[in-house]
């Protein structure tokens, strides 16, 4: 199978996004990810700012990695082992009962709690990552290619913003209960 270069451009252009979002959050405040480690009860407390430092070292890695075709597989694996701990991390805490956890998704101020759709989608996004290891046909890449696989991910980042406000609608009104 070989991937159409359009479509490693519209992976990789979701997962670089993705990744500079979820970066950005992360150091814009930082207490609050170091806080989000701390919960998930994973390390041991003298490693959760470590830890948290280094989630955010390696999302920032992945998304540079990601930018150019000469390291793109590097990034690829990388961004799939990174969405592969997210998605351990929250099955671990769901599988020990622990559903009211932010899950450190959305950035200052905003709360998402575990749940197993987020496992898969986080899944899903690692399958989406690891298909960039995949052979891509050899045709150029011309202005059409681009300005399809610019729409594709400014849409695809519309709907997924749009699937989280959904999704988190619904720990709102648990919230208020």
């Given amino acids: 199978m070989h991937l159409d270069p359009t479509i490693v451009l519209v992976i990789t252009g979701g997962l670089c996004l993705l990744f500079f979002v979820a970066a950005y959050h992360k ?3 930082f207490d609050r990810h170091s806080s989000v480690v701390r919960v998930y009860r994973l ?3 003298a490693l959760v700012v470590p830890a948290a430092l280094s989630v955010v070292a390696a999302e920032c890695t992945a998304l540079v ?3 150019w075709p000469a390291s793109r597989a590097l990034g690829a694996v990388l961004a799939a082992a990174l969405l592969g701990l997210y998605a351990v991390a929250m099955a671990i ?3 020990r009962g622990r559903f009211r956890i ?3 998704c959305l950035g200052p101020g905003k709360r998402q709690w575990l749940r197993w ?3 898969w989608r986080n899944t ?3 399958l989406a990552s690891l298909a960039l290891l995949l052979p891509t046909t050899s045709r150029p890449v011309g202005l059409m290619d681009l300005l399809v696989a610019m729409v594709a991910v400014v849409t695809l980042a519309i709907l997924y913003a749009a699937l989280v406000l959904l999704g988190s609608q619904g720990d ?3 919230a208020r209960t």
Avoid: I
């Fill in 124 to 126: 899903g996004l690692m």
């Fill in 65 to 67: 990695l990601l930018l």
């Fill in 93 to 95: 805490n769901l599988a």
């Fill in 172 to 174: 709102r009104n648990v």
């Fill in 117 to 119: 759709s987020l496992v």
């Fill in 43 to 45: 390390v041991p407390e």
């Fill in 27 to 29: 150091m814009a405040d």
């Fill in 102 to 104: 932010d899950c450190g």
